[in-house]
């Protein structure tokens, strides 16, 4: 190879580097709205022999604008040496449940369709998202977990409604979701 035809590959690996580095960035941003969530459980669903088994996981996560709710998500995790790595991408299919586990109160005003919670589910293009809405005509906090990609999402979703009731005796001021929409 000549000097001429080094420097051309080269170049064309260094624009290749940067522009997976600079989608990389793009794609991480921040990953999660919310703390990271807190491992509940797993469960072995494919057996693999030498390699890590495909596994449903449970996580739970506190709405961090919303005091008083938690959501508890199911995701399947591709085992195998590709999964180990972290290079699978990961399906789709995905289940949620909301719940009030206290007094709820809004910390801030609310876009509706926020994102609660956010995760990349593959190496580069595959994320999946919680978002909160609210629906005032019924005073009920709505959350929808679905997943996207760069070029085609998945249709595929779940949702769960946590209506905003007093928590206790105590609790007799019941905030309105609608005031704390934008």
Same mark, same amino acid.
Request: charged content about 25%.
């Given at each position: 190879?000549?000097? $001429?035809?080094?420097?051309?590959?080269?170049?064309? %690996?260094?624009?290749?580097?940067?522009?997976?580095?600079?989608?990389?960035? %793009?794609?991480?941003?921040?990953? *999660?709205?919310?703390?990271?969530?807190? +491992?509940?459980?797993?469960?072995?669903?494919?057996?693999?022999?030498?390699?890590?088994?495909?596994?449903?996981?449970?996580?739970? #996560? &506190?709405?961090?604008?919303?005091?008083? #709710?938690?959501?508890?998500?199911? *995701?399947?995790? $591709?085992?195998?040496?590709?999964? %180990?790595?972290?290079?699978?991408?990961?399906?789709?299919?995905?289940?949620?449940?909301?719940?009030?586990?206290?007094?709820?109160?809004?910390?801030? $005003?609310?876009?509706?369709?926020? &994102?609660?919670?956010?995760?990349?589910?593959?190496?580069?293009?595959?994320?999946?998202?919680? *978002?909160?809405?609210?629906?005032?005509?019924?005073?009920? +906090?709505?959350?929808? #977990?679905?997943? &996207?990609?760069?070029?085609?999402?998945?249709?595929?979703?779940?949702?769960?409604?946590?209506?905003?009731?007093?928590?206790?005796?105590? &609790?007799?001021?019941?905030?309105?979701?609608?005031?704390?929409?934008?």
């Amino acid at each position: 190879m000549t000097s $001429k035809a080094i420097v051309k590959c080269d170049r064309k %690996w260094r624009i290749l580097a940067l522009a997976v580095l600079a989608l990389t960035l %793009w794609q991480s941003g921040p990953t *999660v709205a919310a703390d990271e969530p807190d +491992l509940i459980f797993r469960r072995s669903t494919v057996f693999k022999l030498l390699s890590p088994n495909d596994k449903l996981a449970t996580y739970g #996560v &506190d709405d961090p604008e919303v005091e008083g #709710v938690a959501c508890h998500f199911t *995701v399947p995790e $591709k085992g195998g040496f590709k999964g %180990w790595l972290g290079l699978a991408e990961e399906v789709s299919d995905i289940s949620l449940a909301c719940r009030q586990i206290g007094p709820i109160r809004f910390k801030d $005003k609310m876009t509706q369709g926020d &994102d609660m919670f956010r995760q990349r589910r593959s190496l580069f293009f595959k994320k999946m998202q919680i *978002v909160r809405g609210c629906d005032a005509k019924r005073n009920v +906090l709505v959350y929808m #977990v679905y997943s &996207d990609r760069l070029i085609e999402g998945s249709p595929k979703n779940s949702t769960s409604s946590v209506p905003i009731m007093p928590w206790g005796a105590a &609790d007799s001021a019941v905030q309105k979701c609608g005031e704390f929409v934008q």
